[in-house]
């Protein structure tokens, strides 16, 4: 069977973007494809440690899996869900990988120049961490990585990779991710889900984003959340059209309106672009926006931290039988064996 394979951070709760850009497609791709497909699903621990922690990575760690069985996520035995620093060979991976890949590409990563800058105080792991993110994926052959379209420069970092260590010991090694053109098609979108910035839809919208209207936190009150929606930034142009270069911020509010009820996007576009009022659109995506918030939170309370644990602990020996078996054929590869 195919893997698909996702990871997310936990560093703080999760904003609307972080829940509607990946939670749940990954949520909806895992029902869709699980019958004949593994589906990895692993707290990314190790990659949030990369920034500095307030003492809430455990609480977050367990409210994420909370998530994506309150977005409805069906468990069965082709779906593990694992904490990635209880997979020891994740480690030991990332480092052999460190000498595969070279400065030159890890420089050229585009977050390593957002977040590190240059900078002799970054720390070493905002430069290394797509060598861990390859690791990620190839010790569990991942075939398809739903990721955000941020992100696709790092799939593309992890072929090439896995393709120079198969031509260096000439065998198939790791399994080849698809690339991104595939992994986008699989999902549904062209170029990823990026969801916006409430107030200035030129950005992503993010949790570290000061203006409170900015971001909507799935832990919101839905009315409030309604209230942010109706008062998001649009444009000027005076007519509903989809074109996230020219109009982000009404682009935002129909991809919204999409995702949220899980319709396509051309369903939405032919309902609303023409139009002229732009407040209709708004007030529809805010309704949308609070019914999804208040049975979201209607779910999530009826979940117990004792169901978390206990999917966590069976997919862990899932994964670390699986990622045991990968780790020791690098290791031969390289004579450590």
């Not at 779906?79 to 994740?90: D, E, K, L, N, W």
Request: aromatic share 8%.
């Amino acid at each position: 069977m195919k893997t698909i394979l996702t990871g997310i951070r936990v560093n703080s709760e999760l904003t609307m973007g972080n829940f509607l850009g990946a939670l749940l497609p990954m949520t909806r791709l895992a029902n869709k494809y699980s019958d004949d497909h593994h589906v990895n699903i692993f707290v990314a621990d190790l990659h949030t440690i990369i920034a500095e922690q307030d003492g809430t990575l455990q609480d977050n760690l367990v409210m994420l899996i909370k998530m994506y069985l309150a977005a409805g996520l069906k468990v069965n035995e082709n779906v593990h869900i694992y904490r990635q620093s209880y997979v020891p060979a994740t480690s030991e991976m990332t480092w052999i990988l460190n000498c595969v890949a070279t400065m030159g590409e890890l420089g050229r990563m585009i977050q390593y120049k957002e977040k590190g800058r240059g900078e002799d105080s970054c720390n070493v792991g905002i430069f290394d961490y797509p060598i861990l993110m390859a690791t990620d994926i190839l010790l569990f052959d991942g075939n398809y990585i739903p990721v955000g379209q941020d992100q696709f420069q790092h799939i593309e970092l992890t072929r090439d990779i896995a393709q120079r260590v198969n031509h260096r010991f000439g065998k198939d090694i790791f399994t080849i991710p698809e690339k991104t053109s595939v992994q986008a098609k699989f999902m549904g979108t062209d170029d990823g889900i990026r969801i916006r910035d409430l107030v200035n839809p030129e950005k992503k919208m993010s949790k570290s984003a000061k203006a409170a209207n900015s971001k909507i936190m799935m832990t919101d009150d839905p009315k409030a959340a309604a209230k942010k929606i109706m008062s998001a930034t649009t444009d000027s142009f005076g007519e509903i059209k989809y074109d996230m270069k020219e109009r982000p911020g009404i682009s935002n509010l129909l991809q919204i309106e999409a995702l949220v009820n899980d319709k396509p996007l051309e369903e939405v576009l032919n309902e609303w672009e023409g139009k002229t009022n732009y407040g209709d659109l708004k007030k529809q995506v805010a309704d949308s926006v609070e019914k999804m918030l208040a049975e979201f939170h209607e779910k999530l309370n009826k979940i117990s931290n004792g169901d978390v644990f206990e999917l966590m602990e069976k997919g862990e020996k899932y994964a670390n039988k699986k990622a045991n078996a990968k780790l020791y054929e690098l290791q031969r590869a390289f004579q450590l064996r």
